[in-house]
């Protein structure tokens, strides 16, 4: 079973940059990270879930309007770790910080919306001064 651990989460002040890591492990024999679309989703509190990013398993890249420019995702297949940059933090940024995954091989492309099956426990960001 995939699990995926992300970490990186913690207190940021305005205009401040954060990185997050997602973690995945787990895999069954001869998978890796390289056959799964990962994608970057956060929920802010009383907000509905908000797909920021994802990652194709042929690394193709999606960013949803919002965080373009301000948010870069980007993977390392030899640490089956996919991470989330993102500049210029703003208060509306506290959130939680999800990474998900579904099983999608050879595809370059990915959605930003929030249907994965295989979900982190998430990681929270808050941004305050």
């Known amino acids: 079973q995939l699990q995926l651990v992300e970490s990186g989460g913690d207190l940021v002040q305005p205009g401040g940059p954060l990185r997050l890591s997602c973690a995945g492990s787990g895999f069954r024999t001869g998978y890796t990270v390289q056959f799964f679309a990962v994608a970057w989703i956060r929920q802010a509190p009383g907000k509905e879930r908000e797909g920021l990013s994802c990652i194709s398993t042929t690394g193709g890249t999606n960013y949803a309007d919002s965080v373009k420019g301000r948010v870069t995702i980007s993977r390392d297949d030899a640490k089956n770790t996919v991470y989330l940059q993102k500049t210029n933090l703003k208060p509306e940024d506290t959130a939680v910080y999800y990474c998900?995954?579904?099983?999608?091989?050879?595809?370059?492309?990915?959605?930003?919306?929030?249907?994965?099956?295989?979900w982190g426990q998430g990681t929270q960001v808050p941004v305050s001064s």
């Open positions: 998900a995954a579904k099983l999608h091989p050879r595809s370059p492309l990915c959605t930003v919306q929030p249907h994965y099956n295989y």
